[in-house]
């Protein structure tokens, strides 16, 4: 049986806690403080929420749930982030307390309604096990002429190898505002790290020509590191669709990309911030999502430990990392985005592009379908540019002139569609590290390396993104090569031009 904590609203549920998040929350007519008025939105300006008819704004009320992440134990949960029961009724009648009719609310596409009879707005805040009531929710922040000019600006840098069809019908009148279901996970955690790092002492090259060779030498040390970490504030999707990357008909990436969020400035959950907006609901639960949080919390650590590493920038081979989670809390979400899309229909096939602005921070992120007939001419035009060059010019690198075609395609590609794209959430997350110890113990010097970076150099990857920026592609290159290549495209072309 669970046991009852009326002093914090907090009940323990087969050893987890669970914070009853909904307290106080009251179904039907949330009426204005000052006039009674129902009609109640978002000051976006402020983050109020402010009466149409009287204009009077009133404070939000913040979630009560655990704030010092350092002293988390064992398992904390929002109400609103509990299991979804299947079989719970998405459809919910509410009764007017005005005019005493009985209004229909459908969960699936919306927490509120208008009486038909009064026109009061009813609203529905007090959780129900489908998943469609979260612990708490952030206003929209940047106002929609703002995001329309930003998703204007992406797709103004994008528009000469766009496709004619998706320039001739680009309007930003019909973006939506849209609230994602996310989970919020706050981590109390302890990292042990030890492995081997290579610190450069020099470099150098013999022979000529084709047969030039550059070596290094190194110092090579046994490295520890052991440090307590607090990670807060980690989001994750947890609509199962948006979570997929993977999905070949849609550009999910791009929204997972325009993270992180300041969802600290999140407030108790009210239906009134959604009212001219659209949502979606949430259908993952924790045991679900529990995997890959605990991965990106891996990567977390790692990249934690890098600020202690920086002499050796031959890098750090990780032969064990453990993570110890002493403490975890989770809260549902609803955070806000600006949101463009346009479906393009290649043959049988159908690809749906998205443009996504945070709607806090106005980070934009985009796909926008490509004219490929078009980008291959120039492709061409290039590499033949690059064929005179490798002919006209003599220096060590010419070969890499032959180059400058694919690797112009694949720029511009990258530029346009940015599959790629991602959450970079292992430095961009807010943590603190305490209680560092540190082990750095000479092991030998080395000669004549062949490799710039040390043997398995792991202390940079990434493992619990969806979409791996290490992931090779059809090109065959690894993305880090591609990036390289990219970035020196621009200095190369100019050289042929001079």
């Avoid at 019909?174 to 996970?185: A, D, E, K, R, S």
Wanted: hydrophobic share 35%; net charge neutral; charged share 25%.
């Amino acid at each position: 049986m669970a046991e009852t904590e009326t002093q914090d609203q907090a009940y323990v549920d087969n050893g987890v806690k669970v914070v009853q998040t909904d307290v106080d929350n009251k179904d039907g007519q949330v009426k204005c403080p000052k006039c009674g008025s129902t009609d109640i939105s978002t000051n976006a300006a402020t983050g109020q929420l402010r009466c149409n008819f009287c204009r009077f704004e009133f404070e939000p009320q913040k979630l009560e749930m655990e704030t010092d992440i350092s002293k988390l134990s064992g398992t904390t949960i929002g109400s609103g982030a509990q299991d979804i029961v299947a079989d719970t009724k998405d459809q919910i009648t509410l009764k007017c307390s005005s005019c005493g009719a009985e209004v229909v609310i459908d969960t699936a596409s919306a927490n509120q309604a208008r009486c038909h009879w009064c026109r009061n707005t009813l609203s529905l805040n007090q959780q129900i096990p489908n998943g469609a009531i979260p612990d708490m929710v952030l206003a929209f922040k940047v106002k929609k002429d703002e995001a329309k000019k930003a998703i204007e600006d992406f797709v103004g840098k994008r528009k000469f190898y766009a496709h004619p069809k998706f320039r001739q019908e680009f309007t930003t009148n019909n973006i939506m505002g849209v609230y994602f279901p996310y989970m919020v996970v706050d981590l109390n955690a302890h990292s042990h790290l030890t492995g081997l790092g290579e610190h450069q002492t020099r470099s150098y090259s013999e022979g000529s020509g084709e047969h030039r060779v550059t070596y290094y030498d190194a110092d090579l040390y046994q490295v520890g590191r052991d440090f307590d970490l607090t990670i807060h504030g980690l989001s994750i999707e947890s609509n199962k669709d948006r979570l997929d990357t993977t999905n070949k008909t849609k550009t999910n990436n791009i929204i997972n990309s325009i993270m992180p969020f300041d969802v600290e400035n999140s407030v108790k959950y009210d239906s009134n911030y959604l009212k001219g907006f659209t949502s979606e609901r949430r259908d993952s639960n924790i045991t679900e999502l529990t995997p890959i949080i605990t991965e990106r919390a891996k990567d977390i650590a790692r990249f934690s430990a890098n600020a202690s590493l920086k002499n050796y920038d031959r890098g750090v081979s990780w032969q064990s990392e453990q993570l110890d989670i002493k403490g975890q809390q989770w809260k549902a979400a609803y955070l806000p985005v600006w949101l463009y899309s346009y479906q393009e229909d290649k043959g049988d096939r159908k690809l749906l592009h998205y443009v996504a602005v945070n709607a806090r921070t106005k980070e934009s992120m985009g796909s926008v379908p490509i004219y490929l007939p078009k980008l291959f001419l120039f492709a061409f035009l290039v590499e033949l540019l690059g064929v005179f060059g490798f002919i006209k010019l003599d220096f060590d690198y010419d070969f890499l002139l032959l180059l400058v075609g694919p690797l112009y395609f694949f720029y511009i590609y990258t530029k346009y569609r940015n599959q790629n794209a991602r959450d970079q959430y292992e430095t961009e997350t807010k943590t603190n590290v305490t209680n560092l110890k540190t082990m750095d113990q000479f092991v030998e010097h080395r000669t004549r390396l062949r490799n710039s970076k040390i043997e398995n150099q792991n202390n940079t990857t990434v493992r619990g993104a969806s979409m791996n920026l290490k992931k090779k592609t059809g090109l065959g290159l690894d993305l880090d090569l591609k990036n390289f290549a990219a970035d020196q495209l621009s200095s190369i072309t100019d050289q042929f031009l001079k």
